[in-house]
Structure formats: structure tokens, C-alpha cells
């Protein structure tokens, strides 16, 4: 059974910083791995989608890695700003029309 | 494009009563996907359509839970009766499978559901 995990689950940083948000998968065998944003009390924000067979995506200030054989992705926040405060959520594709399944997320805050 | 809608936005209902939530995909989206995210644990599927039919029900957590989508641009999630345990944000969210954004899922705003 395919199984999410973001680490930290928790993290403030000052503004400027560079940062990095970690996801781990249980198993390799994903079809694409998608980055969210959520606000508090509201609906998801997808940010970058990673197809299996790519490395990375860019958005912006933000770049999205996927190492499908050693089960990790990372996103790279570049000079956060207080508006990035947000959780962060992780999420893989089993199949080619299969559901999300989701890690607990990470929640950032940056301080002015 | 509108995004995918969802109403009601807030739902409080008592324990019992029929609890319907609604949901507008995007338009030209093939698949569409109906979850539930409680603090507990976090973001789960309940079910999910491709051209309208069910294809995975298995997240459905009990009876009392039911689906349908009658045509592209419309579902409905169904709890009956409700109880507590139920309270929860339901989350509908769609995606298709041709074009460059080929099978990133876009969430609606979501359904806040108390049930007391």
C-alpha cells in the first residue's frame, strides 16, 4: 500500500530564505506526483505536477524534483515571502487514472 | 474557466438528517474525484468517476455514503443519514487526460459538513 510522508511536518523561517520541503513515497511505482498549496480554511492549489518520467518542474520561485528509485521528491521554495505562509501537501498517482493519495503535508510559516 | 464549484460551501446538519453536497467539474474534464480531509487522517478518496461512471468506490466508508453523476458537468456526494463521525471538509476536484495539464487534478473550494 502505497504510503506519503512530508518532513518536517512543521517549519517558520524568516523572509528571504531559500527552502526546501521534503516527500517520501513507499512505492516507486507512481504514475505522477503533484505539489498543493492550502490556506487555512480553504480548497487546494495545485502548484507543479511532476510526470514520471521527468525529473523536475519550475513555477516561478518554485522548483519541484522527483527521484522515482529512491522514492523522494523535494520543492524548492526560492526567497520566501510572508505570502507563501500556507501548507504545503504532497501527493502521488498510482495509476494512469487513479486517485491521489496524500501526505499529511507541511505547514510553513514565514516571518516578515 | 470558472474552476470546479461546489456548494454548499458550510453545511451544519443534526445527526440523522440527509446531508446532499454538490459539485460542477470543469468543463471538458473527464474524470472527477470526491474527497474528505479531517484533521485525523488528512486528505482520503472516496470515489471517483471517468465519463461518468463510478470506477472506484472503495474509499466509500460506509452505506450511508452514495454517489452519482448524472451527466459531465454534474455530482452529487449523499449522506444518509448523517452522524457526527461525518464531519469533515469534502473536497471535489476533476482533471483530464489530454492537453498539456494531462491528469493534474484541480480542487474545488471544498464543503464544510458538521454534523451535530
Known amino acids: 500500500k502505497q504510503e506519503v ?5 512543521a517549519l517558520s523561517v524568516p523572509e528571504g530564505e531559500n527552502l526546501v520541503l521534503n516527500c517520501s513515497f513507499t512505492d516507486s511505482a507512481i504514475y505522477n506526483l503533484q505539489w498543493f498549496r492550502q490556506d487555512p480554511g480553504k480548497g487546494l492549489t495545485s502548484l507543479l505536477l511532476i510526470q514520471s518520467s521527468q525529473r523536475e518542474q519550475t513555477s516561478g520561485r518554485l522548483n519541484a524534483s522527483l527521484d522515482k528509485s529512491s522514492g523522494r521528491s523535494t520543492l524548492y521554495i526560492a526567497a520566501s515571502q510572508p505570502g507563501d505562509s500556507a501548507t504545503y501537501l504532497c501527493a502521488v498517482t498510482g495509476g494512469s487514472q487513479g486517485n491521489l493519495i496524500f501526505g499529511k503535508g507541511t505547514k510553513l510559516s514565514v516571518k516578515p | ?22 459539485c460542477k467539474p470543469i468543463s471538458g474534464h473527464d474524470y472527477l474525484f470526491w474527497y474528505r480531509q479531517t484533521m485525523m487522517r488528512g486528505l482520503e478518496l472516496l470515489i471517483y468517476f471517468n465519463n461518468n461512471v463510478p470506477i472506484d468506490d472503495s474509499g466509500m466508508p460506509e452505506d450511508r455514503f452514495s ?50
Open chain 1, 5 to 9: 510522508t512530508q518532513i518536517p511536518a
Open chain 2, 1 to 22: 474557466d470558472a474552476g470546479v464549484i461546489q456548494s454548499p460551501r458550510h453545511e451544519v446538519t443534526e445527526m440523522g438528517q440527509e446531508v446532499t453536497l454538490r
Open chain 2, 67 to 116: 454517489a452519482k453523476m448524472p451527466n459531465a458537468s454534474f455530482s452529487t456526494l449523499k449522506i444518509q443519514p448523517s452522524e457526527p463521525r461525518d464531519s469533515a471538509v469534502y473536497f471535489c476536484a476533476s482533471s483530464s487526460h489530454r492537453g498539456f495539464s494531462y491528469n493534474e487534478q484541480f480542487f474545488g473550494p471544498g464543503t464544510r459538513l458538521t454534523v451535530l
